[in-house]
Every structure is written in C-alpha cells, then in structure tokens.
C-alpha cells in the first residue's frame, strides 16, 4: 500500500512562507517523479511543482521565483518551499506520485490570508 503523508501546511499572512513536506513509501518514492498540486474552491486541481527522479524541476507559471521543489531520497521526501505567498495560493495543496492516474497524499490546507 502506498502512502504519501503531507505536513506542513496552515494559516500565513501575505508575504510569508511556508514550507510543505511529503513523506512516501520507498519503492513509490525512488522510482516516481513527484509533485505538488493545489485546488482552490471552485477551480480545478493544478500542478504547482513537479520533482523528477534525477532532480530536474518544473514549476507553475504562477510560482516561478517563489517556490522550490526539493526531494531528499535517502529519506523519502519531498517538500515544496513556498515564499512571498499571496491570497491566490490559498488552496488544499496534494503530493502526487508518478503523475496525476497515479498516488496521491491526503491534501493540506494552505491559508493565506491577513
């Protein structure tokens, strides 16, 4: 059974940062690309940031130069760095494994709001 366990989400003022943690299975983790989604209300899930297995990044228009993707696989992790927030991040933010048909964690809400 895979599992991917987010952390780190919660209520932040415009302008700050909050850093997001994915915690996967092993075998998922090492052999997947990983990713963050995020779905705000009414709109459709939409990937953020997206980590290959050698390390190669690509990132939403809308977060370029504010938030960084990073997977650590001597711990199976992958977190999302996400600075100079605004009310247009809000959202439920999702780890993805292997691409959208495939693994996904529980979702955690990021607020952004004064």
């Known amino acids: 059974q895979v599992h991917l366990v987010e952390s780190g989400g919660g209520l932040v003022q415009p302008g700050g940062s909050l850093r997001l943690s994915c915690t996967a299975s092993g075998s998922i983790f090492s052999s997947n690309a990983m990713g963050w989604y995020r779905q705000a209300p009414g709109k459709q899930r939409e990937r953020v940031a997206a980590?290959?297995?050698?390390?190669?990044?690509n990132y939403a228009d809308s977060v370029k130069g504010r938030f960084t993707i990073s997977r650590d696989n001597a711990k199976n992790t992958v977190d999302l760095q996400m600075n100079s927030l605004g009310p247009e991040d809000t959202a439920v933010y999702y780890c993805?494994?292997?691409?959208?048909?495939?693994?996904w964690g529980q979702g955690t809400q990021v607020t952004v709001s004064s």
């Open positions: 980590i290959s297995t050698g390390g190669s990044t």
């Open positions: 993805n494994a292997g691409g959208p048909g495939r693994f």
